[in-house]
Nanobody, 123 residues
């Protein structure tokens, strides 16, 4: 059984930084695509950053390029999302996902999800 557990969310002022963690069990990160998504109130879940095993690339959403960085520690089976220069519009619940396929960062391409962690950016 695949389990994903996020941590690291919280309240931060605009311009600040946070690092989210996602501890995984039941999978290894080389098996399939992994990534981070977010969902703001009243909006659909959107891709933030995903690693595609299909093309070997990390895909970032346009709104976070240059500010967010996805990384992994395969020894710890943990992935991270470093978020810098945070903006109020980054406020959302952030989810990690695994067992993905294809290219890019699309919700429908992933089969396993964490429970989410809240990130709130104050202005």
């Amino acid at each position: 059984e695949v389990q994903l557990v996020e941590s690291g969310g919280g309240l931060v002022q605009a311009g600040g930084s946070l690092r989210l963690s996602c501890a995984a069990s039941g999978i290894t990160f080389d098996d399939a695509n992994i990534g981070w998504f977010r969902q703001a109130p009243g909006k659909s879940r959107e891709g933030v950053a995903c690693i595609s095993m299909t093309d070997g690339l990390t895909h970032y959403g346009d709104s976070v390029k240059g500010r967010f960085t996805l990384s992994t520690d395969n020894a710890k089976n943990t992935m991270y999302l470093q978020m810098d220069s945070l903006k109020p519009e980054d406020t959302a619940i952030y989810y990690c996902a695994a067992e993905g396929s294809g290219y890019g960062c699309y919700v429908g391409d992933f089969n396993s999800w964490g429970q989410g962690t809240q990130v709130t950016v104050s202005s």
